[in-house]
C-alpha cells in the first residue's frame, strides 16, 4: 500500500527511508484483530489540506502487542535515525534534547508509550514527529511559552487533562506541542473563551461550523471523544481540535461527501483530497480503510482546515472485502470510490 501509495503521489517511499521494518512490526497482526482498533493506532495513514501532495503516516511501534518502554525506545530511535539521514546532525541533536524531557514525563507512568509520524513529498523527508504520553513532569519539561497557554487552557476549559507531549521537526525548525484529552462533554460553543483568550477567537466560528456540519449538525461531541492540540508557530498559535471517530456514535455515512462539500470552496483541496483518496486505495479491497480520526485546525490567519486518518484496508480486512472490518466510517463500496477519481 504504501509502495503504490508513494507512487501515485510522486514521493518519496517511507519504506525505502527506514520505516519499512517499523510498519512491519506494527502490524504483524492478521488483517481484521479487533487490536487494530486500539488507540494508539497501530498504522494510519493522514490527509491534509496542509499538507498537500504528501504521504504522510502515523506508527505505534511494536503495534497492539508492544509494552510502552519498547514504543518509547524504539520510537525515539527510528524518529532519530530519520532526521539524521534526512535533515542532519544538529536536527538530530535538537531532537534528542527535546525529546529527552519529554522520554522523561512518560517512563514508569505509561500505558501505552509512543508513537511516531512521518510525511514525505517529492523532496524527501517532510517532517517526523514522536509523541510522548502523559506522566507526571510532562508539565514541567514544556518550553515556557507552551508552559502558559497550557495553564490558560487548562483553567479557561475545564476537564482539560494533559495527554502527551509531540516533539516536532520539520526542514527548518522544530517545534513542541501538547494534547489535551476532553474528559467532559466538549460544547463546540464552550470552546469561545479559551480561543478569544489564546487570540484565536475570530475563528471560532470557522472551527465549530467546520466540525458541526462535517458530523451531521452535531455540535456537543460526548466525554472522551475529544482532543485540544496547542501548537506554537511563527504565526501564533495553532489550534487542532481532534474527534475519534471510533468512539463517536452516529457519525455520518457515508463521510466523504461531507467532506467534500466542507472542501468545495477550495477547489485545490478538493483535488488534492481526490489524488489522496485514489493513492491510498487498493483494487483488491472494496474501500480504502476506515476514517479514525477528523481533525479541524485554526490559525491566526487561517481559518478550519480539515486533516483525517485513514485506518488502511490492508490492516482491516482480507483481500477482496472478505474481512468484517469496522464499517464506520468507512466509505459505502468501490462506487463511493470511483465517484473521487
Known amino acids: 500500500m504504501l509502495n503504490h501509495a508513494s507512487t501515485a503521489l510522486c514521493t518519496a517511499n517511507p519504506v525505502e527511508a527506514g520505516l519499512g521494518r517499523l510498519v512491519d512490526d506494527a502490524c504483524q497482526l492478521p488483517p481484521g484483530d479487533r487490536r487494530y482498533w486500539e488507540h494508539p493506532e497501530p498504522l494510519a495513514t493522514k490527509f491534509s489540506e496542509l499538507a ?68 514525505f513529498d517529492d523532496a524527501g523527508l517532510r517532517e517526523a514527529a514522536v509523541s510522548y504520553e502523559w506522566g507526571p513532569t510532562l508539565m514541567d519539561s514544556l518550553p515556557a511559552p507552551l508552559y502558559r497557554v497550557a495553564r490558560t487552557a487548562m483553567d479557561r476549559l475545564p476537564g482539560l487533562r494533559p495527554a502527551f507531549s509531540t516533539v516536532h521537526v520539520g ?34 466560528g470557522s472551527l465549530m461550523s467546520a466540525c458541526a456540519f462535517v458530523l451531521g449538525s452535531r455540535f456537543v461531541l460526548p466525554p472522551g471523544v475529544a482532543t485540544v492540540t496547542l501548537r506554537p508557530t511563527r504565526v501564533g498559535l495553532e489550534f487542532r481540535l481532534d474527534i475519534d471517530l471510533d468512539r ?34 487498493n483494487e483488491r479491497y472494496r474501500r480504502p480503510g476506515s476514517f479514525s480520526v477528523l481533525s479541524v485546525i485554526v490559525r491566526p490567519d487561517l481559518p478550519a482546515r480539515l486533516a483525517l486518518h485513514l485506518r488502511p484496508a490492508v490492516i482491516e480486512d482480507a483481500p477482496d472485502g472478505d474481512g468484517d472490518g469496522d464499517e464506520q466510517a468507512s466509505w459505502a463500496g468501490p462506487e463511493a470510490v470511483g465517484a473521487w477519481r
Open 171 to 204: 526542514r527548518r525548525t522544530g517545534s513542541q506541542h501538547l494534547t489535551f484529552e476532553m474528559t467532559n462533554a466538549l460544547p463546540l460553543a464552550s470552546l469561545e473563551p479559551l480561543m478569544q483568550e489564546l487570540g484565536l477567537g475570530h475563528q471560532h
Open 248 to 281: 463517536l456514535p452516529d457519525v455520518p455515512q457515508p463521510l466523504a461527501p461531507l467532506l467534500r462539500i466542507q472542501m468545495g470552496e477550495r477547489p485545490r483541496s478538493v483535488r488534492e483530497w481526490q489524488y489522496w483518496l485514489s493513492a491510498v486505495s
Open 52 to 119: 498537500s501532495r504528501s504521504l504522510a503516516l502515523r506508527v505505534t511501534p511494536g503495534g497492539p502487542l508492544a509494552t510502552a518502554d519498547y514504543r518509547i525506545a524504539e520510537g525515539t530511535k527510528a524518529v532519530g535515525d530519520l532526521v539524521r539521514q534526512s535533515m542532519g546532525p544538529e536536527a538530530e541533536s535538537w531532537l534528542r534534547a527535546r525529546s529527552e524531557e519529554a522520554r522523561g514525563s512518560g517512563y514508569g507512568a505509561s500505558s501505552w508509550g509512543a508513537s511516531i509520524g512521518a510525511a
